[in-house]
Nanobody
Framework: VQLQASGGGLVQPGGSLRLSCAAS????????MGWYRQVPGNQRELVAS???????NYADFVKGRFTISRDNTKNTMYLQMDSLKPEDTAVYYC???????????????WGQGTQVTVSS
């Protein structure tokens, strides 16, 4: 299973970006998917997560500004980031809990990360 994150870049404060995370490979089903971020020297932190049923959970520091969504037909997750702040600057990683067959236990997989820089 591979996760490919994309959509990062440089944006001015107050601007928007949309991240995508596409899962590919041997996939029977995807349970939870999530976005995390990490700044050098800090621990990776949860930004937002989405269950297979579509319920979403957000970190307090992004509530009202970020929206997580997923297209289960494409095994793809998105993160719409609005009203971006300089403190949102980080490498953003996607993660998915995947069952590769009906009988195997689910396992967590990670994407390679995409850099988001918010600066004027």
């Amino acid at each position: 299973v591979q996760l490919q994150a994309s959509g990062g870049g440089l944006v001015q404060p107050g601007g928007s970006l949309r991240l995508s995370c596409a899962a590919s490979g041997k996939i029977f089903s995807i349970k939870n998917m999530g976005w995390y971020r990490q700044v050098p020297g800090n621990q990776r932190e949860l930004v937002a997560s989405s269950s297979s049923g579509g319920s979403a959970n957000y970190a307090d520091f992004v509530k009202g500004r970020f929206t997580i969504s997923r297209d289960n037909t494409k095994n793809t997750m998105y993160l719409q980031m609005d009203s971006l702040k300089p403190e949102d600057t980080a490498v953003y990683y996607c993660s998915a809990t995947v069952k590769v067959t009906a009988l195997r236990n689910p396992a967590d997989y990670w994407g390679q990360g995409t850099q988001v820089t918010v600066s004027s």
